[in-house]
């Protein structure tokens, strides 16, 4: 199932394991999109090299959605990227397996685009598990492992943010004299 743990594809999914959990250590949504996008060219080669192909696709549109998002909030650029990611999927996909990463990306896309912090992070934890799924059906060792470690790590983020949150809740004003 796993393919030689030193090939050339499993070395680029090595490579997008490191991103991906840089990805979801940041508090920065700007940071948190910048090293996604770098997470998906990185998942691009992964894909391709293991013949993946609607993986591939979908990650491909993926490196846009994320850097789009930087600097976009609007509905009608996150359309054009779900319905992007859905014509790659009619277009590509050969099974209800292989839907699994266009799913992902519309659900990556409508987070990035729609939500900010702890809700965008939560949502993507929908995401991470399609793509778990995905990883372990595909034979790619570094997309589980960041898959399993996105969950982790992703969920601790959730946990510091809402912590900060709750702390500024907390925190009484105090009135100047």
């Given at each position: 199932?796993?393919?030689?743990?030193?090939?050339?594809?499993?070395?680029?999914?090595?490579?997008?394991?490191?991103?991906?959990?840089?990805?979801?250590?940041?508090?920065?949504?700007v940071?948190?999109k910048?090293?996604?996008?770098?997470?998906?060219?990185?998942?691009?080669i992964?894909?391709?090299?293991?013949?993946?192909?609607?993986?591939?696709?979908?990650?491909?549109?993926?490196?846009?959605?994320?850097?789009?998002?930087?600097?976009?909030?609007?509905?009608?650029?996150?359309?054009?990227?779900?319905?992007?990611?859905?014509?790659?999927?009619?277009?590509?996909?050969?099974?209800?397996?292989?839907?699994?990463?266009?799913?992902?990306?519309?659900?990556?896309t409508?987070?990035?685009?729609?939500?900010?912090?702890?809700?965008?992070?939560?949502?993507?934890?929908?995401?991470?598990?399609?793509?778990?799924?995905?990883?372990?059906?595909s034979?790619?060792?570094?997309?589980?492992?960041?898959?399993?470690?996105?969950?982790?790590?992703?969920?601790?983020?959730?946990?510091?943010?809402?912590?900060?949150?709750?702390?500024?809740?907390?925190?009484?004003?105090?009135?100047?004299?």
């Amino acid at each position: 199932m796993f393919h030689d743990i030193f090939s050339v594809p499993q070395l680029f999914g090595y490579l997008a394991f490191i991103f991906g959990v840089g990805c979801f250590l940041q508090k920065s949504d700007v940071r948190f999109k910048v090293f996604m996008a770098i997470e998906c060219v990185s998942y691009v080669i992964h894909f391709w090299l293991l013949g993946n192909f609607t993986a591939c696709a979908s990650s491909a549109v993926s490196v846009g959605r994320s850097l789009a998002a930087i600097r976009s909030r609007s509905r009608w650029v996150a359309l054009i990227f779900v319905l992007l990611s859905l014509g790659m999927g009619v277009w590509l996909a050969r099974s209800w397996l292989s839907m699994l990463p266009i799913i992902a990306s519309c659900i990556g896309t409508t987070a990035l685009f729609l939500l900010s912090g702890v809700r965008m992070r939560l949502l993507m934890l929908v995401g991470t598990t399609l793509w778990l799924i995905n990883n372990i059906a595909s034979g790619s060792i570094g997309g589980t492992m960041l898959e399993a470690v996105i969950l982790t790590t992703n969920s601790w983020t959730i946990f510091r943010l809402m912590r900060d949150q709750r702390g500024e809740a907390e925190t009484p004003k105090v009135p100047e004299p």
